[in-house]
Protein backbone atom coordinates (compact mmCIF):
# COMPACT_ATOMS: atom_id res chain seq x y z
CA UNK A 1 0.00 0.00 0.00
CA UNK A 2 2.99 2.05 0.29
CA UNK A 3 3.49 2.68 -3.08
CA UNK A 4 -0.33 3.69 -3.78
CA UNK A 5 0.95 7.26 -3.66
CA UNK A 6 3.45 7.23 -6.00
CA UNK A 7 1.26 5.15 -7.98
CA UNK A 8 -1.79 7.28 -8.71
CA UNK A 9 -0.13 10.92 -7.95
CA UNK A 10 0.45 13.15 -10.91
CA UNK A 11 -0.96 10.86 -13.43
CA UNK A 12 -4.60 10.80 -13.18
CA UNK A 13 -5.99 12.07 -16.46
CA UNK A 14 -4.21 8.77 -18.01
CA UNK A 15 -4.54 6.19 -15.33
CA UNK A 16 -7.20 3.97 -16.48
CA UNK A 17 -9.66 2.76 -13.50
CA UNK A 18 -9.50 -1.04 -14.24
CA UNK A 19 -12.20 -2.04 -11.52
CA UNK A 20 -14.28 0.78 -11.87
CA UNK A 21 -14.64 1.19 -14.92
CA UNK A 22 -15.50 -2.65 -15.31
CA UNK A 23 -17.59 -2.53 -12.38
CA UNK A 24 -19.84 0.65 -13.76
CA UNK A 25 -19.95 -0.72 -17.35
CA UNK A 26 -21.11 -4.10 -16.11
CA UNK A 27 -24.74 -4.67 -16.97
CA UNK A 28 -27.20 -3.69 -14.13
CA UNK A 29 -24.71 -1.20 -12.85
CA UNK A 30 -26.10 1.58 -14.94
CA UNK A 31 -26.96 3.59 -12.22
CA UNK A 32 -23.63 4.20 -10.60
CA UNK A 33 -21.39 6.74 -11.44
CA UNK A 34 -17.75 6.56 -11.41
CA UNK A 35 -16.27 7.71 -8.40
CA UNK A 36 -12.96 9.62 -8.46
CA UNK A 37 -9.64 8.47 -7.53
CA UNK A 38 -9.33 11.45 -5.46
CA UNK A 39 -12.60 10.71 -3.13
CA UNK A 40 -11.48 7.10 -3.09
CA UNK A 41 -7.95 7.86 -1.66
CA UNK A 42 -9.04 10.39 0.77
CA UNK A 43 -9.74 8.41 3.88
CA UNK A 44 -11.74 10.87 5.88
CA UNK A 45 -14.44 10.07 2.89
CA UNK A 46 -14.68 6.39 4.23
CA UNK A 47 -14.99 7.37 7.68
CA UNK A 48 -16.58 4.83 9.23
CA UNK A 49 -17.20 2.69 6.52
CA UNK A 50 -14.01 -0.55 7.63
CA UNK A 51 -16.54 -1.90 9.76
CA UNK A 52 -19.16 -2.28 7.02
CA UNK A 53 -17.31 -3.91 4.88
CA UNK A 54 -15.48 -7.37 5.52
CA UNK A 55 -12.03 -7.46 4.59
CA UNK A 56 -12.18 -3.69 4.33
CA UNK A 57 -8.25 -3.43 3.24
CA UNK A 58 -8.68 -5.36 0.11
CA UNK A 59 -11.51 -4.22 -0.59
CA UNK A 60 -10.86 -1.05 -0.85
CA UNK A 61 -7.32 -1.99 -2.78
CA UNK A 62 -9.47 -4.08 -5.61
CA UNK A 63 -11.85 -0.70 -5.97
CA UNK A 64 -8.31 1.68 -5.97
CA UNK A 65 -6.79 -1.31 -8.66
CA UNK A 66 -3.82 -1.90 -6.10
CA UNK A 67 -5.05 -5.23 -5.16
CA UNK A 68 -2.15 -8.10 -5.10
CA UNK A 69 -3.05 -10.90 -2.58
CA UNK A 70 -2.49 -13.79 -3.88
CA UNK A 71 -5.79 -15.77 -2.91
CA UNK A 72 -7.94 -18.50 -3.96
CA UNK A 73 -10.93 -18.21 -6.02
CA UNK A 74 -13.03 -18.57 -2.84
CA UNK A 75 -11.29 -15.49 -1.28
CA UNK A 76 -11.23 -13.82 -4.45
CA UNK A 77 -15.23 -14.02 -4.90
CA UNK A 78 -15.59 -12.67 -1.06
CA UNK A 79 -13.33 -9.86 -1.45
CA UNK A 80 -14.93 -9.05 -4.66
CA UNK A 81 -18.15 -9.19 -3.27
CA UNK A 82 -17.10 -6.84 -0.61
CA UNK A 83 -15.90 -4.73 -3.15
CA UNK A 84 -19.22 -4.11 -4.41
CA UNK A 85 -20.64 -3.33 -1.32
CA UNK A 86 -17.87 -0.79 -0.14
CA UNK A 87 -18.24 0.96 -3.62
CA UNK A 88 -21.75 1.12 -3.22
CA UNK A 89 -21.33 2.80 0.30
CA UNK A 90 -18.93 5.07 -0.78
CA UNK A 91 -21.42 5.44 -3.96
CA UNK A 92 -24.03 7.65 -1.45
CA UNK A 93 -22.05 9.53 -0.23
CA UNK A 94 -19.87 10.50 -3.34
CA UNK A 95 -23.11 11.26 -5.09
CA UNK A 96 -23.76 14.10 -2.32
CA UNK A 97 -20.82 15.95 -3.41
CA UNK A 98 -20.35 18.84 -5.70
CA UNK A 99 -18.51 16.47 -8.18
CA UNK A 100 -20.77 13.27 -7.90
CA UNK A 101 -23.90 15.57 -8.04
CA UNK A 102 -22.50 17.00 -11.29
CA UNK A 103 -21.68 13.41 -12.44
CA UNK A 104 -25.06 12.14 -11.38
CA UNK A 105 -27.03 14.96 -13.58
CA UNK A 106 -24.85 14.24 -16.72
CA UNK A 107 -26.52 10.83 -16.13
CA UNK A 108 -29.83 12.67 -15.28
CA UNK A 109 -30.31 14.24 -18.59
CA UNK A 110 -29.22 10.90 -20.38
CA UNK A 111 -32.09 9.30 -18.94
CA UNK A 112 -29.49 6.57 -17.81
CA UNK A 113 -32.06 5.74 -14.85
CA UNK A 114 -34.89 5.44 -17.22
CA UNK A 115 -38.57 7.51 -17.57
CA UNK A 116 -41.28 8.02 -15.69
CA UNK A 117 -43.92 5.35 -16.11
CA UNK A 118 -46.99 7.92 -15.51
CA UNK A 119 -48.27 9.19 -18.39
CA UNK A 120 -48.99 12.45 -17.96
CA UNK A 121 -45.04 12.26 -16.91
CA UNK A 122 -44.19 12.20 -20.79
CA UNK A 123 -41.54 10.49 -20.26
CA UNK A 124 -39.75 12.58 -17.47
CA UNK A 125 -35.91 10.98 -16.75
CA UNK A 126 -36.19 9.35 -13.14
CA UNK A 127 -33.50 9.54 -10.05
CA UNK A 128 -32.41 6.45 -8.15
CA UNK A 129 -32.93 6.57 -4.34
CA UNK A 130 -33.11 4.76 -1.38
CA UNK A 131 -35.85 4.98 0.67
CA UNK A 132 -33.23 3.92 4.08
CA UNK A 133 -29.31 4.73 4.15
CA UNK A 134 -28.78 1.76 5.97
CA UNK A 135 -27.70 -1.62 3.46
CA UNK A 136 -29.97 -4.19 3.09
CA UNK A 137 -32.88 -3.06 3.91
CA UNK A 138 -34.48 -1.45 0.97
CA UNK A 139 -34.23 -2.05 -3.13
CA UNK A 140 -33.68 1.06 -5.38
CA UNK A 141 -35.96 2.89 -6.72
CA UNK A 142 -36.74 5.73 -9.13
CA UNK A 143 -37.91 9.28 -8.32
CA UNK A 144 -39.85 11.47 -10.61
CA UNK A 145 -39.23 15.24 -10.09
CA UNK A 146 -42.16 15.91 -12.13
CA UNK A 147 -44.92 13.78 -10.28
CA UNK A 148 -42.72 13.76 -6.76
CA UNK A 149 -43.23 10.08 -6.52
CA UNK A 150 -41.14 6.91 -6.47
CA UNK A 151 -41.43 3.97 -9.04
CA UNK A 152 -39.96 0.52 -8.96
CA UNK A 153 -37.19 -0.56 -11.25
CA UNK A 154 -38.52 -2.16 -14.45
CA UNK A 155 -35.54 -4.18 -14.62
CA UNK A 156 -35.09 -7.29 -12.11
CA UNK A 157 -31.49 -6.33 -12.56
CA UNK A 158 -31.89 -3.37 -11.05
CA UNK A 159 -34.71 -4.17 -8.51
CA UNK A 160 -31.78 -6.22 -6.60
CA UNK A 161 -29.65 -3.25 -6.22
CA UNK A 162 -29.80 -1.64 -2.77
CA UNK A 163 -31.35 1.80 -2.29
CA UNK A 164 -28.64 2.90 0.66
CA UNK A 165 -25.92 2.70 -2.55
CA UNK A 166 -28.18 6.13 -3.07
CA UNK A 167 -29.56 6.72 -0.30
CA UNK A 168 -32.63 9.30 0.97
CA UNK A 169 -31.26 12.58 0.49
CA UNK A 170 -29.51 12.30 -3.08
CA UNK A 171 -32.43 13.56 -5.12
CA UNK A 172 -33.48 16.17 -3.31
CA UNK A 173 -30.04 17.34 -2.83
CA UNK A 174 -29.75 17.42 -6.51
CA UNK A 175 -33.13 19.77 -7.14
CA UNK A 176 -31.93 22.10 -4.10
CA UNK A 177 -28.52 22.65 -5.67
CA UNK A 178 -29.73 22.73 -9.13
CA UNK A 179 -33.54 24.54 -8.69
CA UNK A 180 -33.48 25.64 -12.24
CA UNK A 181 -33.96 21.85 -13.15
CA UNK A 182 -37.12 21.64 -11.05
CA UNK A 183 -39.03 21.05 -13.57
CA UNK A 184 -42.94 22.61 -14.05
CA UNK A 185 -45.80 21.00 -12.52
CA UNK A 186 -48.99 20.26 -14.06
CA UNK A 187 -52.55 19.45 -12.90
CA UNK A 188 -52.77 16.92 -15.82
CA UNK A 189 -54.14 13.83 -14.61
CA UNK A 190 -56.17 11.01 -15.80
CA UNK A 191 -59.99 10.67 -14.92
CA UNK A 192 -61.20 7.19 -15.25
CA UNK A 193 -64.66 7.66 -17.74
CA UNK A 194 -67.37 5.12 -18.54
CA UNK A 195 -68.50 5.83 -21.83
CA UNK A 196 -68.23 9.65 -21.45
CA UNK A 197 -69.22 9.73 -17.89
CA UNK A 198 -66.68 10.29 -14.79
CA UNK A 199 -66.85 7.64 -12.17
CA UNK A 200 -67.96 8.93 -9.21
CA UNK A 201 -66.22 7.82 -6.51
CA UNK A 202 -63.23 8.52 -8.10
CA UNK A 203 -64.53 12.21 -9.21
CA UNK A 204 -65.17 13.16 -5.56
CA UNK A 205 -61.73 12.03 -4.75
CA UNK A 206 -60.20 14.44 -7.53
CA UNK A 207 -62.83 17.11 -6.65
CA UNK A 208 -61.30 16.64 -2.91
CA UNK A 209 -57.54 16.29 -4.05
CA UNK A 210 -58.22 19.68 -6.11
CA UNK A 211 -59.00 21.47 -3.19
CA UNK A 212 -56.19 20.44 -1.24
CA UNK A 213 -53.91 21.88 -4.15
CA UNK A 214 -55.74 24.95 -4.08
CA UNK A 215 -55.30 25.28 -0.32
CA UNK A 216 -51.53 24.79 -0.99
CA UNK A 217 -51.20 27.17 -4.06
CA UNK A 218 -52.75 29.48 -1.60
CA UNK A 219 -50.51 28.95 1.11
CA UNK A 220 -47.44 29.30 -1.59
CA UNK A 221 -48.77 32.81 -2.64
CA UNK A 222 -49.59 34.17 0.78
CA UNK A 223 -45.69 33.69 1.38
CA UNK A 224 -44.66 34.48 -2.03
CA UNK A 225 -43.68 31.19 -2.89
CA UNK A 226 -44.17 30.48 -6.68
CA UNK A 227 -45.36 26.86 -6.72
CA UNK A 228 -44.30 26.06 -9.96
CA UNK A 229 -46.89 25.04 -12.09
CA UNK A 230 -47.08 25.78 -15.29
CA UNK A 231 -48.46 28.93 -16.63
CA UNK A 232 -50.74 26.93 -19.05
CA UNK A 233 -53.04 26.12 -16.18
CA UNK A 234 -54.18 30.11 -16.43
CA UNK A 235 -53.57 33.01 -14.58
CA UNK A 236 -55.67 32.81 -11.99
CA UNK A 237 -56.33 28.99 -11.93
CA UNK A 238 -56.61 28.60 -8.21
CA UNK A 239 -60.59 29.64 -9.15
CA UNK A 240 -61.01 27.54 -11.87
CA UNK A 241 -59.85 24.59 -9.89
CA UNK A 242 -62.62 25.38 -7.50
CA UNK A 243 -65.79 24.06 -9.53
CA UNK A 244 -64.03 22.49 -13.05
CA UNK A 245 -65.83 19.27 -13.22
CA UNK A 246 -69.18 20.03 -12.95
CA UNK A 247 -70.70 17.49 -15.34
CA UNK A 248 -72.24 14.23 -15.95
CA UNK A 249 -71.40 11.34 -13.65
CA UNK A 250 -72.09 7.90 -13.32
CA UNK A 251 -72.47 6.84 -10.14
CA UNK A 252 -70.84 2.82 -9.30
CA UNK A 253 -74.79 1.62 -7.79
CA UNK A 254 -75.67 2.47 -11.15
CA UNK A 255 -74.18 -0.22 -12.41
CA UNK A 256 -74.24 -2.47 -9.75
CA UNK A 257 -77.29 -4.55 -10.82
CA UNK A 258 -76.74 -4.97 -14.61
CA UNK A 259 -73.75 -3.45 -15.86
CA UNK A 260 -74.90 -5.04 -19.02
CA UNK A 261 -77.38 -2.84 -19.73
CA UNK A 262 -75.14 0.04 -19.57
CA UNK A 263 -72.97 -2.26 -21.81
CA UNK A 264 -74.89 -1.94 -25.21
CA UNK A 265 -72.68 -0.06 -27.32
CA UNK A 266 -73.79 3.54 -27.98
CA UNK A 267 -70.60 4.60 -30.37
CA UNK A 268 -68.07 6.69 -29.05
CA UNK A 269 -68.23 9.64 -27.33
CA UNK A 270 -71.98 9.57 -27.20
CA UNK A 271 -73.07 9.13 -23.61
CA UNK A 272 -74.95 6.31 -22.57
CA UNK A 273 -78.29 6.42 -20.47
CA UNK A 274 -80.02 3.13 -18.59
CA UNK A 275 -82.85 2.10 -20.01
CA UNK B 1 -60.44 -27.20 -44.22
CA UNK B 2 -59.48 -30.46 -42.68
CA UNK B 3 -55.67 -31.32 -42.59
CA UNK B 4 -53.37 -33.86 -41.59
CA UNK B 5 -52.45 -32.41 -38.19
CA UNK B 6 -56.09 -31.78 -36.61
CA UNK B 7 -57.58 -28.43 -36.91
CA UNK B 8 -55.56 -25.53 -37.51
CA UNK B 9 -55.15 -22.45 -34.99
CA UNK B 10 -57.94 -19.53 -35.60
CA UNK B 11 -57.02 -16.54 -36.73
CA UNK B 12 -57.90 -15.03 -33.44
CA UNK B 13 -56.09 -17.27 -31.16
CA UNK B 14 -52.91 -16.62 -33.20
CA UNK B 15 -53.24 -13.27 -33.45
CA UNK B 16 -54.15 -13.51 -29.48
CA UNK B 17 -51.17 -15.05 -29.18
CA UNK B 18 -48.73 -12.53 -31.19
CA UNK B 19 -46.07 -10.95 -29.07
CA UNK B 20 -47.23 -7.70 -27.84
CA UNK B 21 -50.83 -9.19 -27.56
CA UNK B 22 -51.05 -10.80 -24.62
CA UNK B 23 -53.59 -7.95 -23.42
CA UNK B 24 -56.24 -9.40 -25.53
CA UNK B 25 -58.56 -11.21 -25.18
CA UNK B 26 -60.29 -13.49 -27.72
CA UNK B 27 -63.44 -11.97 -28.63
CA UNK B 28 -66.08 -14.97 -29.20
CA UNK B 29 -67.41 -15.79 -32.49
CA UNK B 30 -70.57 -15.01 -31.13
CA UNK B 31 -69.86 -12.09 -30.66
CA UNK B 32 -68.83 -11.35 -33.89
CA UNK B 33 -71.12 -12.97 -35.75
CA UNK B 34 -74.07 -10.46 -34.01
CA UNK B 35 -74.29 -7.34 -36.89
CA UNK B 36 -75.59 -5.10 -34.20
CA UNK B 37 -72.46 -6.07 -32.56
CA UNK B 38 -70.44 -4.34 -35.35
CA UNK B 39 -72.83 -1.75 -36.16
CA UNK B 40 -70.77 1.22 -37.51
CA UNK B 41 -67.18 -0.42 -38.09
CA UNK B 42 -68.10 -0.81 -41.66
CA UNK B 43 -66.71 2.29 -42.51
CA UNK B 44 -64.02 2.61 -40.53
CA UNK B 45 -62.33 -0.40 -41.80
CA UNK B 46 -61.00 -1.27 -45.66
CA UNK B 47 -62.19 -3.95 -47.04
CA UNK B 48 -64.34 -4.69 -44.60
CA UNK B 49 -66.14 -7.94 -45.72
CA UNK B 50 -62.84 -9.89 -46.37
CA UNK B 51 -61.38 -8.46 -43.00
CA UNK B 52 -64.52 -10.10 -41.26
CA UNK B 53 -64.28 -13.19 -43.07
CA UNK B 54 -60.06 -13.51 -42.26
CA UNK B 55 -60.88 -12.83 -38.51
CA UNK B 56 -63.42 -15.85 -38.20
CA UNK B 57 -61.63 -17.92 -40.41
CA UNK B 58 -64.52 -18.30 -43.69
CA UNK B 59 -63.57 -19.20 -46.96
CA UNK B 60 -63.86 -15.84 -49.20
CA UNK B 61 -66.69 -16.40 -51.05
CA UNK B 62 -66.37 -16.49 -54.72
CA UNK B 63 -69.17 -14.76 -57.08
CA UNK B 64 -67.94 -17.41 -60.20
CA UNK B 65 -69.31 -20.18 -60.80
CA UNK B 66 -66.26 -22.30 -59.99
CA UNK B 67 -66.11 -22.75 -56.40
CA UNK B 68 -66.39 -26.08 -57.01
CA UNK B 69 -62.99 -26.55 -58.85
CA UNK B 70 -61.97 -24.10 -56.15
CA UNK B 71 -62.28 -26.23 -53.77
CA UNK B 72 -61.02 -29.11 -55.30
CA UNK B 73 -57.50 -27.04 -55.34
CA UNK B 74 -58.05 -26.77 -51.95
CA UNK B 75 -57.86 -30.41 -51.23
CA UNK B 76 -54.94 -31.10 -53.52
CA UNK B 77 -52.90 -27.99 -51.61
CA UNK B 78 -53.98 -29.69 -48.09
CA UNK B 79 -52.62 -32.88 -49.44
CA UNK B 80 -49.57 -31.57 -49.99
CA UNK B 81 -49.06 -31.85 -46.56
CA UNK B 82 -49.19 -27.77 -46.06
CA UNK B 83 -50.97 -27.56 -42.86
CA UNK B 84 -52.17 -24.90 -40.85
CA UNK B 85 -52.37 -21.03 -41.18
CA UNK B 86 -49.57 -21.72 -43.75
CA UNK B 87 -51.98 -23.61 -46.05
CA UNK B 88 -54.82 -21.10 -45.19
CA UNK B 89 -52.84 -18.53 -46.52
CA UNK B 90 -52.38 -20.12 -49.34
CA UNK B 91 -55.83 -21.01 -50.04
CA UNK B 92 -56.81 -17.10 -49.81
CA UNK B 93 -53.28 -16.12 -52.04
CA UNK B 94 -55.42 -18.39 -54.42
CA UNK B 95 -57.94 -16.38 -54.82
CA UNK B 96 -56.43 -13.04 -54.59
CA UNK B 97 -53.38 -10.99 -54.96
CA UNK B 98 -50.74 -10.53 -52.57
CA UNK B 99 -50.97 -6.77 -52.12
CA UNK B 100 -55.21 -7.30 -51.25
CA UNK B 101 -53.70 -9.84 -48.54
CA UNK B 102 -51.65 -7.88 -46.73
CA UNK B 103 -54.08 -4.98 -46.97
CA UNK B 104 -56.61 -7.74 -45.91
CA UNK B 105 -54.64 -8.62 -42.87
CA UNK B 106 -53.94 -5.49 -41.76
CA UNK B 107 -57.67 -4.26 -42.09
CA UNK B 108 -58.36 -7.68 -40.32
CA UNK B 109 -56.39 -6.46 -37.25
CA UNK B 110 -57.97 -2.90 -37.15
CA UNK B 111 -61.27 -4.41 -37.08
CA UNK B 112 -60.51 -7.08 -34.69
CA UNK B 113 -59.34 -4.48 -32.61
CA UNK B 114 -62.18 -2.23 -33.04
CA UNK B 115 -64.70 -4.96 -32.45
CA UNK B 116 -62.22 -5.79 -29.23
CA UNK B 117 -62.89 -2.38 -26.94
CA UNK B 118 -66.53 -3.34 -27.72
CA UNK B 119 -66.39 -6.87 -26.34
CA UNK B 120 -64.47 -6.56 -23.65
CA UNK B 121 -67.10 -4.33 -22.12
CA UNK B 122 -69.91 -6.71 -22.98
CA UNK B 123 -70.80 -9.67 -20.23
CA UNK B 124 -68.81 -12.03 -21.62
CA UNK B 125 -65.72 -9.96 -22.75
CA UNK B 126 -65.34 -8.38 -19.64
CA UNK B 127 -65.80 -11.96 -17.67
CA UNK B 128 -63.19 -13.39 -20.23
CA UNK B 129 -61.13 -9.73 -19.16
CA UNK B 130 -61.30 -10.68 -14.79
CA UNK B 131 -59.80 -14.01 -15.48
CA UNK B 132 -56.95 -12.43 -17.65
CA UNK B 133 -56.90 -10.09 -14.35
CA UNK B 134 -56.62 -12.64 -12.12
CA UNK B 135 -53.89 -14.55 -13.46
CA UNK B 136 -52.22 -10.91 -13.95
CA UNK B 137 -51.48 -10.55 -17.74
CA UNK B 138 -51.73 -7.03 -17.19
CA UNK B 139 -48.61 -6.30 -15.06
CA UNK B 140 -48.62 -4.31 -11.95
CA UNK B 141 -48.49 -1.12 -11.07
CA UNK B 142 -44.81 0.30 -10.95
CA UNK B 143 -45.35 3.09 -8.25
CA UNK B 144 -43.77 1.73 -5.51
CA UNK B 145 -46.75 2.89 -2.81
CA UNK B 146 -49.06 0.66 -4.98
CA UNK B 147 -47.43 -2.67 -3.67
CA UNK B 148 -47.57 -4.06 -7.31
CA UNK B 149 -51.48 -4.10 -7.26
CA UNK B 150 -52.73 -5.61 -10.82
CA UNK B 151 -53.18 -3.10 -13.87
CA UNK B 152 -55.99 -3.19 -16.80
CA UNK B 153 -55.26 -2.01 -20.01
CA UNK B 154 -56.95 1.24 -21.08
CA UNK B 155 -56.82 3.24 -24.20
CA UNK B 156 -56.98 7.25 -23.41
CA UNK B 157 -58.85 7.67 -26.92
CA UNK B 158 -61.80 5.36 -28.65
CA UNK B 159 -60.36 6.63 -31.84
CA UNK B 160 -57.64 4.39 -33.70
CA UNK B 161 -53.99 5.76 -34.20
CA UNK B 162 -54.19 8.35 -31.37
CA UNK B 163 -52.26 6.12 -28.43
CA UNK B 164 -51.02 3.47 -27.63
CA UNK B 165 -52.47 1.35 -25.06
CA UNK B 166 -52.11 2.13 -21.19
CA UNK B 167 -52.13 0.53 -17.78
CA UNK B 168 -54.64 2.02 -15.41
CA UNK B 169 -54.01 1.25 -11.84
CA UNK B 170 -57.17 1.38 -9.52
CA UNK B 171 -55.14 1.39 -6.41
CA UNK B 172 -53.73 4.99 -7.24
CA UNK B 173 -56.20 5.60 -10.07
CA UNK B 174 -53.49 6.76 -12.47
CA UNK B 175 -52.24 5.43 -16.26
CA UNK B 176 -49.08 4.08 -16.94
CA UNK B 177 -47.17 3.35 -19.74
CA UNK B 178 -46.49 -0.75 -20.69
CA UNK B 179 -42.78 -1.68 -19.40
CA UNK B 180 -42.06 -3.55 -22.03
CA UNK B 181 -41.33 -2.03 -25.73
CA UNK B 182 -43.55 -4.40 -27.24
CA UNK B 183 -46.87 -2.67 -26.18
CA UNK B 184 -45.74 0.43 -27.58
CA UNK B 185 -47.08 -0.48 -30.68
CA UNK B 186 -50.19 -1.63 -29.75
CA UNK B 187 -53.29 0.95 -30.19
CA UNK B 188 -54.79 2.02 -27.42
CA UNK B 189 -58.40 2.92 -28.97
CA UNK B 190 -58.55 -1.62 -29.69
CA UNK B 191 -59.52 -1.41 -25.44
CA UNK B 192 -61.08 1.92 -25.37
CA UNK B 193 -61.48 4.65 -22.71
CA UNK B 194 -64.59 2.83 -21.19
CA UNK B 195 -63.18 -0.68 -20.10
CA UNK B 196 -60.71 0.11 -17.07
CA UNK B 197 -63.64 1.85 -14.96
CA UNK B 198 -66.09 -0.26 -16.00
CA UNK B 199 -63.93 -3.28 -14.61
CA UNK B 200 -64.06 -1.80 -11.22
CA UNK B 201 -67.98 -1.25 -11.64
CA UNK B 202 -68.73 -4.59 -12.48
CA UNK B 203 -66.19 -5.95 -10.58
CA UNK B 204 -66.84 -4.23 -7.00
CA UNK B 205 -66.10 -6.49 -4.72
CA UNK B 206 -62.32 -7.65 -5.65
CA UNK B 207 -60.01 -6.37 -2.99
CA UNK B 208 -57.34 -4.41 -4.57
CA UNK B 209 -54.58 -3.98 -2.23
CA UNK B 210 -53.52 -7.71 -3.35
CA UNK B 211 -50.38 -7.63 -4.87
CA UNK B 212 -49.99 -9.20 -8.67
CA UNK B 213 -48.11 -11.72 -6.85
CA UNK B 214 -50.81 -12.70 -4.38
CA UNK B 215 -54.47 -14.70 -4.81
CA UNK B 216 -56.51 -12.35 -5.91
CA UNK B 217 -59.85 -12.21 -3.37
CA UNK B 218 -63.06 -11.22 -2.45
CA UNK B 219 -63.24 -8.51 -0.19
CA UNK B 220 -64.19 -9.97 3.96
CA UNK B 221 -66.86 -7.44 4.22
CA UNK B 222 -66.93 -6.55 7.70
CA UNK B 223 -69.05 -4.71 9.59
CA UNK B 224 -67.20 -1.84 9.41
CA UNK B 225 -67.25 -2.14 5.15
CA UNK B 226 -68.89 1.19 4.05
CA UNK B 227 -70.09 1.82 0.73
CA UNK B 228 -68.98 5.31 -0.53
CA UNK B 229 -70.56 6.78 -3.59
CA UNK B 230 -71.10 3.60 -4.66
CA UNK B 231 -68.05 1.66 -4.03
CA UNK B 232 -66.42 -0.12 -0.62
CA UNK B 233 -64.48 2.37 1.02
CA UNK B 234 -61.68 -0.11 1.11
CA UNK B 235 -61.22 0.12 -2.78
CA UNK B 236 -61.45 3.57 -3.10
CA UNK B 237 -57.71 4.35 -4.26
CA UNK B 238 -56.30 1.88 -1.96
CA UNK B 239 -52.96 3.05 -2.83
CA UNK B 240 -53.45 6.80 -1.70
CA UNK B 241 -53.31 8.35 1.60
CA UNK B 242 -51.62 8.72 4.91
CA UNK B 243 -48.56 6.47 4.19
CA UNK B 244 -48.58 6.18 0.53
CA UNK B 245 -47.40 10.06 -0.31
CA UNK B 246 -44.01 10.10 -0.81
CA UNK B 247 -42.42 13.01 1.78
CA UNK B 248 -39.07 14.36 0.67
CA UNK B 249 -36.31 14.56 3.31
CA UNK B 250 -32.95 15.83 3.63
CA UNK B 251 -30.84 14.22 6.36
CA UNK B 252 -33.73 13.02 7.75
CA UNK B 253 -35.50 16.61 7.52
CA UNK B 254 -38.98 17.14 6.02
CA UNK B 255 -37.72 19.18 2.57
CA UNK B 256 -39.67 22.38 3.53
CA UNK B 257 -42.72 23.45 0.98
CA UNK B 258 -41.40 27.11 0.80
CA UNK B 259 -38.72 25.64 -0.65
CA UNK B 260 -38.08 25.97 -4.70
CA UNK B 261 -37.88 22.32 -4.78
CA UNK B 262 -40.00 21.78 -1.88
CA UNK B 263 -43.48 19.09 -2.81
CA UNK B 264 -45.89 20.52 -4.72
CA UNK B 265 -47.70 17.28 -6.49
CA UNK B 266 -48.50 15.60 -2.77
CA UNK B 267 -52.08 16.78 -3.67
CA UNK B 268 -52.43 13.98 -6.34
CA UNK B 269 -51.56 10.80 -4.14
CA UNK B 270 -53.52 12.38 -0.88
CA UNK B 271 -56.80 10.69 0.02
CA UNK B 272 -59.00 12.36 3.13
CA UNK B 273 -58.08 10.34 6.39
CA UNK B 274 -61.93 10.04 6.67
CA UNK B 275 -63.25 8.44 4.00
CA UNK B 276 -66.89 9.24 4.01
CA UNK B 277 -65.86 13.15 3.38
CA UNK B 278 -66.07 12.14 -0.01
CA UNK B 279 -69.56 10.82 0.75
CA UNK B 280 -70.78 13.58 -0.89
CA UNK B 281 -74.58 12.35 -1.04
CA UNK B 282 -74.88 12.21 2.48
CA UNK B 283 -73.19 16.11 2.82
CA UNK B 284 -75.68 17.14 0.53
CA UNK B 285 -78.43 15.71 2.00
CA UNK B 286 -77.65 16.92 5.10
CA UNK B 287 -76.81 20.25 3.99
CA UNK B 288 -79.83 20.56 2.03
CA UNK B 289 -79.80 24.19 1.25
CA UNK B 290 -81.08 25.88 -1.90
CA UNK B 291 -79.98 22.78 -4.23
CA UNK B 292 -81.43 23.51 -7.61
CA UNK B 293 -83.84 21.62 -9.33
CA UNK B 294 -82.52 20.12 -11.69
CA UNK B 295 -79.57 18.73 -9.58
CA UNK B 296 -79.95 14.95 -9.33
CA UNK B 297 -76.93 14.67 -7.93
CA UNK B 298 -76.83 11.52 -5.72
CA UNK B 299 -80.06 9.48 -6.94
CA UNK B 300 -79.53 6.60 -5.52
CA UNK B 301 -82.45 4.99 -7.65
CA UNK B 302 -79.91 3.66 -10.42
CA UNK B 303 -79.30 6.14 -13.09
CA UNK B 304 -76.23 8.15 -14.12
CA UNK B 305 -76.06 10.81 -11.89
CA UNK B 306 -76.47 14.18 -13.46
CA UNK B 307 -74.29 17.39 -11.50
CA UNK B 308 -76.27 19.69 -14.10
CA UNK B 309 -75.22 23.21 -14.20
CA UNK B 310 -78.00 26.06 -13.17
CA UNK B 311 -78.33 27.75 -16.59
CA UNK B 312 -77.36 25.79 -19.86
CA UNK B 313 -74.34 27.69 -21.10
CA UNK B 314 -72.55 28.10 -17.53
CA UNK B 315 -69.87 25.72 -19.21
CA UNK B 316 -69.13 28.17 -22.24
CA UNK B 317 -69.16 30.77 -20.26
CA UNK B 318 -66.41 29.47 -17.80
CA UNK B 319 -64.58 28.37 -21.13
CA UNK B 320 -64.90 32.05 -22.53
CA UNK B 321 -63.13 32.94 -19.25
CA UNK B 322 -60.04 30.66 -18.87
CA UNK B 323 -59.39 30.07 -22.57
CA UNK B 324 -58.03 26.77 -22.04
CA UNK B 325 -57.47 25.39 -25.07
CA UNK B 326 -57.81 21.94 -23.64
CA UNK B 327 -61.64 22.46 -22.10
CA UNK B 328 -63.17 22.75 -26.04
CA UNK B 329 -65.00 19.18 -25.63
CA UNK B 330 -68.49 19.14 -25.38
CA UNK B 331 -68.46 17.11 -21.85
CA UNK B 332 -65.34 18.25 -21.35
CA UNK B 333 -64.07 14.59 -21.63
CA UNK B 334 -60.32 16.19 -22.92
CA UNK B 335 -59.83 18.75 -20.66
CA UNK B 336 -58.45 16.48 -18.47
CA UNK B 337 -58.08 13.25 -20.64
ZN1 LIG C 1 -43.61 11.13 -12.87
ZN1 LIG D 1 -50.88 2.46 -8.76
Redesign the pocket.
Known sequence: MAGMDDFVSDSDSDYTSYWRDWFISSRGNEYYCEIDEDYLTDRFNLTGLNTEVQYYQYALDLITDVFDLDCDDEMRETIEKSARHLYGLIHARYIVTTRGLAKMLEKYKKCDFGKCPRVMCHSHPLLPMGLSDVANQKAVKLYCARCEDIYNPKSTRHSAIDGAYFGTSFHNILFQVYPALVPPKTTERYVPRVYGFKVHAAAALVRWQNKERGEMRRRLRKMEVDSGFAKVDGEDDDEDEEEEDEEEEMMEDAMDHNPAAVVQYRGAGEVATLQ | MSTSSGSPESWISSFCSLLGHEYFAEVSEDFIEDDFNLTGLQSQVTMYKEALEMILDVEPEDDEDDEDEEEEDEEDISGDGRDGLAGRHERRHHSRIASDLSVIESSAEMLYGLIHQRYICSRAGIQQMSEKYELSHFGV?P?TN?NQ?RTLPVGLSDTPGEDTVKLF?P??L?VYVPPNSRFQTVDGAFFGRTFGALFLLTFPDYDLTKSGGEQLANLTRTDESLNINGMWARNIAP?LGKGRVYEPKIYGFRVSELARSGPRMQWLRKKPEDITVLDEARHFAEEDGDSDDDDENMNMSGRPVTRRRRAGNARVKRQGQNGSPMATEANGAESEL
Open positions: CRCTCSCDG
